[in-house]
């Protein structure tokens, strides 16, 4: 599965609690595209019935069968630096990234 970290979990519920109505939890997927093939995608949903769903310190996280097979054993952080925020995907599977950074391949 994925792992969420506080900083992560912290952020994303800061987010949704400015959302009406109350999103039903996070949507963690892989969509093709980019200069890889694959990209990362977040938005608040619901789930369906064959999602993944797991619970970290009471946000919910949806993940659907095909993305979890690239991303399995992958960390979901949000980072601050001097260049700008935002939330990074540590990912053991991915092989090769685009030069932006926004894409990879597995």
Do not use: W
């Not at 991915?94 to 932006?100: D, E, I, L, Q």
């Amino acid at each position: 599965m994925i792992n969420v970290t506080p900083k992560a979990v912290e952020k994303v519920k800061e987010i949704m609690a400015q959302q009406t109505p109350l999103p039903g939890g996070l949507r963690v997927a892989v969509v093709g595209g980019g200069c890889s093939g694959f990209s990362y995608s977040m938005q608040f949903d619901t789930p369906t019935a064959q999602d993944k769903t797991l619970e970290v310190d009471g946000l919910k996280v949806f993940v659907d069968p095909m993305s979890l097979m690239y991303l399995d054993g992958c960390e979901v952080d949000y980072v601050e630096t001097l260049e700008g925020s935002g939330f990074k995907f540590n990912n053991p599977n991915v092989k090769h990234t685009c030069g932006c950074g926004s894409s990879f391949s597995v």
